[in-house]
Structures are given as C-alpha cells and as structure tokens.
C-alpha cells in the first residue's frame, strides 16, 4: 500500500482547516514572549524518529502473543509499513534493523524498497541474547562477556557479521546490547565478564568501519535478576571511553530503576561529549515498552528539555540516533507508533519553547520558584498546532492518525496480508 501526496493533501483539504485558528491564537501567544514560531515548526518539520524493525508486529509477553492482522510478515513488508507512517508524518525516515531478524536477502531490493519510501538505514542492532536454530555457540552464559573463548568469540563475529550487512545497506552505527548477566549470586566474577565485555567490545570497535559510531546500551535488569554486566549509564560510559571516541552511551527510557532521573543522565552525558543513541518508549513499572509519553508526559518533557539544551550548547556531542524502542499487544502497532511519534514531537516543541534565558537568569538569582514556572509554562502550552503546521509544510497528514483510520490503512492490510499474519523476528 502506497499513500500518496495527493491523497494526503486531498485529506487536509478536506478535513483540517480550521486548525489555522487554533495556529493563529497560539503563534500570536507567542510571537508576544519573543518566539520564532516559523523556526520551531522547521526544527519539528526536520525532526526524524527511527522505527526499528521488530516494532511492527503485535508484541507480546512470554504469556503468549495476540496477531492483529495485516502484519507484514517479510522485511519488504515491514518497510512499506514505514512507509505509511513516514508518508503520514514525515518524521519516520528511517528504520533500524535487528540481525538476525531481518536479514536482507536480497540487498539490491531492500535498498530499493526503503529508497521508495524515503527510508534511510539507521543503527543497525545486533543479537546476542538468543540462540539461532543453526548457532554453533549458545549464549545461555553470555555472548561478549562469557568467559568460554567459544561463544565470546561467536558473538564478536556476530556483530561484525552485522557491521558488514549494514555497511551494504549504508547504515553508519552499530547498536549493542547485550543480556549477559547472572541470576544469582556467585554465578558471575563481576570484574571478569566487565573485563570481557570491554575487551570484547574493543576487538568490535576496532573492526568498525573509520565513519562508523557504536552505541553501547545499558538496562539495569531483565532477562537477567541478579545483576547485568552493563547495568547502567555509568558502565556503558566507561565501555565507550575504553573503545574510543567513536563509541557512545545510548539511552533506552525504560532501561533505569523506578524515579531515575533520566533527564540529569542526559545532561552529563551530553556535556561529555558521549550521549550516542536514544529509545524512546514509556513504562511504569520496568521496561514496559509502552506507547511513548502515555504515563509520564512530564518526565519525557524534562528529558527533552535537557536534549534541547545539549542540541543547543554541546557542539562535542553527535547528532543523536533516535529510535522508538516500544512495541505491545493490544494496539494496532501502526497507530501504536504514530501516537509514539505525536508524543515524541509534542515534548520536543515543548522543550524548544523554554525559555532559555530567562530560565538562566533565574537560576543565576537562585528564583527557584521562577526557574519552575518557566519550565511548566512551557510544558503546559498546548503545541499541537505547531505540530500540524510542521506537518503540512512537510507534506504529511495534519491529523496522522485519523488520515490513517480514515484511508482504512489496516483494513487493506488485512486484505493483502491475512488476519493470521505473524510478523516475522522477535
Ligand atoms: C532491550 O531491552 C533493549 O531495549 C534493546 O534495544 C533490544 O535490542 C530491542 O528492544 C529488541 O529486543
Ligand atoms: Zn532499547
Ligand atoms: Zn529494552
Ligand atoms: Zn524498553
């Protein structure tokens, strides 16, 4: 399924043009506190947001797994799903993808395919945390931090394997992370599998091609209970030191312990120079993988905050890979990613609302309570109006996700794919 320009605009058209009243009445708010409306609705316009591979499907929990329809069940597939969404926002331009699970057979074609989309090749994620059907190693007592030669090994090999298909692809970064940890005390001489890891990773590095960038992912728990051998920001931070100054940290919102504050994370991170990669999603409990922005708005919005101010003042940091790292089993994963995608462009308006120096200002004069004001002032204005105009600038839908209802986009995958339909991977 194609969705065209035409029938975009032909929507808009149709549908959404008394949203220029709610643009005029917020523009004129803040045209009045000095903001540069038209430079905000470029940024959001410019902002692009990398779908991984693996979000396509329905998810599912170890309780088992409910299909949706219509879900793709090759990799041509899953870009033509990107493909709707990047031609109903414009901000999904890219894919990420996850090796094995979606090996490009046919490398021309894939190429091809993305290219029709308008799709480029983002941080390509490699697997060591499950055995393939044909492995020659098991990774059951970890991969880059086990501390048999054998599997080790294996799993360099694995990541450089996966190197090499993105070099194919033009994919410019490496994403790791690994599950390697234990389950109980004693299993695991801390010092040796961290020292592993880091060797491990450095032989990687050092193969990586001279452009390419490593992302070093850190959760805290989960497949492992007791401990994980990249537990946090601290070890990814010092993992990316050893290797070089090609390899960053890469922060997943759901990967810290309850009430971490993420958005301090970030700040040091960035002022150092080191913060690679995101993933975005949303939780409550641990690594949820919910919808983004559905149950701590606010927190997104500090974050963001920070990354603002980082994109804005650390010249010594990347640009930074953004992903949605969510994917669950009741939504139509579809709408699922476009309402990631609204709350992810919502928080980011928001933070490029701040205030920046009166925010300073008050700082310097320790108004605590003004510092506060500034900053909800921000996150309780509502920007939407920005966001459609970003979007129609770009071509996309104003409203992506009553365009998608509307253009029965499920309903026509349904009919092409089957109501059984399995995405491939996970
Ligand atoms: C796992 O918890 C991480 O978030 C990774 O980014 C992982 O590779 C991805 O979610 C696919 O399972
Ligand atoms: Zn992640
Ligand atoms: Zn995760
Ligand atoms: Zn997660």
Known sequence: MKITTDRISEFNKSNHSSYKTELDFLKNKLVKKGIDTEEIISKVADFQVAIPSWALGAGGTRFGRFSYGGEPA??????????????????????????????????????????????????????????????????????????????????????????????????????????????????????????????????????????????????????????????????????????GERAYTLVDLGHHLPNTNIEQIVATLMLKGKLGGFHFNDSKYGDDDITVGSIKPYSLFLIFNELVYGMENNPQNPDLAWMIDASHNTKDPLEDLLQSLEAILIAYTQALLVDQKALKQAQQENDVVTCQEILQDAYRTDVRPLLKAAREKSGAAINPLSAYRNLEVRKYLVKERGTKSKATGL
């Open 74 to 243: 090759s990799l041509e597939q899953k870009l033509d799903d990107i493909g709707v969404l990047h031609a109903l926002t414009q901000s999904a331009g890219a894919v990420s993808l996850h090796i094995p699970w979606d090996i490009p057979k046919d490398v021309k074609a894939i190429k091809e395919k993305a290219q029709s989309h308008g799709i480029v090749f983002d941080a390509m994620n490699s697997n060591t945390f499950q055995d393939q059907p044909e492995a020659k190693e098991t990774y059951k007592y970890g991969s880059l931090s086990a501390v048999n030669d054998a599997p080790r090994d294996y799993a360099i090999g694995h990541n450089l394997e996966v190197i090499k298909i993105g070099e194919e692809l033009g994919s410019k970064s490496l994403t790791v992370w690994l599950a390697d940890g234990a389950n109980f005390p004693g299993q695991n001489n801390f010092q040796r599998v961290l020292q592993n890891t880091e060797n491990s990773l450095k032989s990687i590095y050092g193969k990586m091609p001279k452009d390419w960038k490593m992302f070093i992912e850190y959760k805290p728990y989960e497949p492992n209970f007791y401990s994980t051998v990249i537990q946090d920001w601290g070890t990814s931070f010092m993992l990316a030191n050893a290797c």
